[in-house]
């Protein structure tokens, strides 16, 4: 048993071309935005933040649907980027790595900002998230075009939502 999880887990480090392991990294990737989806749902950390009415953000659940599909796409991102020619990446740079580093904050984004009730966090990780994605998709674009457009949609989906709360921010003030 203990060889067969271990086996698992060194297969999604390093995945197959086949189709195996795109479908063993979809697996792992949208499974983690399924349980965060239901921790965030059963924590009930899907609350607005104080300063966003209601209908200005997507419904939570459309909100989930969204981040799975980001998630997907990080994980079609993952394995383009795993099944790449060795030498094409620096010693120095791991590239599957900083898809895997970016996707554990994407993950961890609903609890550093305490369940989106701390609007200064929020902004934060949306920053933060809009640098990373970018700085992510410039790194990938002169090598692998399509990995770059998977890894920057997280960023167009943040901009967006920070706009939503920028927008509302302005009409409460004035």
């Known amino acids: 048993m203990r060889h067969y999880f271990s086996s698992i887990f060194t297969s999604f480090l390093s995945p197959s071309p086949k189709l195996k392991g795109l479908v063993l990294c979809l697996a792992v990737f949208l499974g983690s935005t399924f349980v965060l989806n239901g921790l965030i749902f059963a924590f009930d950390f899907n609350d ?41 990446w620096p010693a120095t740079f791991t590239p599957q790595g900083h ?21 200064s966090l929020v902004v934060a990780g949306n920053l933060i998230c809009i640098v990373w994605s970018g700085a992510l998709a410039g790194y990938f674009a002169p090598h692998m075009r399509r990995v770059a457009l998977l890894v920057f949609m997280p960023a167009v989906w943040v901009m967006y939502v920070t706009y939503l709360i920028a927008m509302t921010a302005m009409m409460n003030e004035g």
């Not at 659940?61 to 799975?68: D, F, Q």
């Not at 991102?77 to 094409?88: D, F, I, M, S, T």
């Not at 898809?99 to 609007?119: D, K, M, N």
């Open 48 to 88: 607005r933040p104080v300063a966003i009415a209601e209908g200005v953000l997507p419904a939570g659940h459309v909100i989930g649907a969204v981040w799975s599909v980001l998630f997907a796409a990080l994980a079609f991102a993952y394995w383009l980027v795993a099944n790449r020619p060795q030498g094409l």
């Open 99 to 119: 898809i895997l580093a970016f996707t554990g904050f994407c993950l961890s984004y609903p609890v550093l900002t305490l369940g989106f009730r701390v609007g």
